[in-house]
């Protein structure tokens, strides 16, 4: 009676060769990384009701042709300058009324961060990578100006608290207390960045 | 003494691989958790730009991806060298983003449609003439909140 020692055990060899062959599939079709770039707001299509009156110098025009050159305020910029000269704009506080600026309170500049508006303009030609280096040079600006204030009144980068905060994984409770903190600084340096049409003309 | 050589003599045993499956499945769970399945080729070349001051883009089911590049090379013969975009798995005109904006929008549920955002994953060669285009389609249909999705690394490498 062979049979009473119950079924043969299964050989469980090739086990290990199924399960490389399901590895090898999901290592093949995983993309682990999550995206990240740069976010923007579009403005809306329609036009604001009243048209408001803004003072030349509380603009600074950045403008790109098709050759990736950039004017800045009216002069040839090369892009490594652009956040300096960026930032510089930003924090004048020309009228006096900015009571955390470090700028030289020029008063040919903006008046106050609230006020300060950087408008971009590009041509249809202009790479798009160009396009980004300039766009990141504007938010870096205003990244760096917000770590600054940051640093003085909460002892931390601005960027990081946005990124905690923004982070699903963060408990309420923190995200509340730091809600506030993130607005606050971003009343300080509110991002006005207008992007005008581009340009059709070559 | 005898004891002890006889111990010695022993050749030495195989090295058991009965634990070989259960590392492998331990890493093939891990690979099948963290896996996304790419819901769409990619017909357009898409080599992004690099940008340091980027935000992580969070929660996927909130996002509508974009394409915008050169046709690859198997299609090149069809739509040419000029950059396109892509919707999905097909290749569409400026004038469609709109409608697949409130196509895609209309699929996901009711709460998340006032927060989705436009993620333009654009090939950095593109010219700006097609994003605008984009960008224009983008404000017909109210859909504001777009994200230029780029690498990490140093913005200056775009201009090379």
Known sequence: MARRAGAPEVNAGSMADIAFLLLIFFLVTTTIETDAGLDRMLPPIEPPETDVVIKQKNIFQVAINKNGQLLADEELTNLKDLRAKAMAFLDNGGDGTCTYCKGKKNPESSDNPTKAIISLKNDRETKYGTYITVQNELVGAYNDLRNREAQRLFGRKFTDMEAEYLNPETAQSVKDDLKEKVKKIQDLFPQKLSEAETSTSN | ?160
């Open chain 2, 1 to 160: 003494m005898s004891k002890f050589s006889k111990k010695k003599s022993g050749e030495l045993p195989p090295v058991s691989t009965a634990s070989l499956p259960d590392i492998v499945f331990m890493l093939l769970f891990f690979f099948m958790t963290v896996t996304v399945m790419k819901d769409s080729s990619l017909k357009v070349e898409n080599v992004l730009p690099n940008a340091s001051e980027v935000k992580k883009l969070e929660k996927k089911d909130r996002v509508i991806y974009i394409y915008v590049g050169k046709p690859t090379q198997e299609f090149q013969k069809v739509f040419g060298t000029e950059p396109k975009i892509q919707l999905n798995d097909k290749f569409a005109s400026p004038s469609e983003v709109g409608d697949y904006i409130l196509a895609e929008r209309a699929k996901k549920s009711q709460e998340l449609q006032n927060v989705l955002t436009t993620a333009l994953k654009v090939d950095k060669n593109a010219n700006m003439g097609l994003i605008s285009d984009i960008k224009l389609e983008l404000r017909k249909v109210n859909a504001l909140k777009v994200n230029y999705t780029t690498y990490e690394g140093d913005a200056f490498r775009n201009l090379q």
